[in-house]
């Protein structure tokens, strides 16, 4: 994250932190959850949530970090590696894979799905924060942030 004020690097974070919150959701929900009721490409789908999981581990670090500490620029290096790994896997190793299980048609006909349910967690997580409710966040985060304050 490029140096600047503590509020823009505030402002960066929480939109990186959303978007990245968005995305994962919707594609375990749509895609991920389509992909891992079938046989041949269960042990994928594993994978792609395992390595969701580690996004979220690292967003939840990035959340920890104040703006203007140094740290945030480890932090979201970090994210923007495993992030682009996983990326990367996806392209070259699920989609094909889930091309071949579902048929080219099938996996197409999930896009609005996933654009839909995007668009829905994205109101969700609007309205949280609009009424000035903690931010939904995935599972564990809470846990990490708690084992992180409480030390
Ligand atoms: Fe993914």
Redo the contacts with the bound molecule.
């Keep these: 994250m490029a140096a600047g004020d503590p509020s823009s690097q505030q402002r960066l974070r929480d939109q990186l932190v959303t978007a990245l919150t968005v ?2 959701r919707a ?1 375990e929900e749509v895609v991920y959850d389509t992909l891992s009721q079938r046989p041949a490409t269960a042990g994928l789908t594993l994978h ?1 949530y395992r ?2 999981d580690d996004i979220e581990r690292l967003i939840g670090e990035l959340r920890l970090v104040d703006p203007g500490d140094p740290a945030l620029h480890g932090c979201v290096e970090r994210l923007r590696d495993t992030v682009v790994a ?1 990326v990367h896997d ?1 392209e070259h190793e699920f989609l094909p894979q889930a091309e071949r299980e579902l048929g080219k048609e099938h996996l197409a006909s999930l896009i609005p799905m996933f654009n839909a349910r995007r668009a829905e967690i994205e109101q969700e997580l609007a309205t949280q924060a609009a009424l000035g409710s903690a931010p939904s966040v995935p599972p564990g985060w809470d846990a990490l942030s708690e084992s992180h304050t409480q030390s």
């Design positions: 995305h994962l594609e792609s390595e969701h996983h996806e």
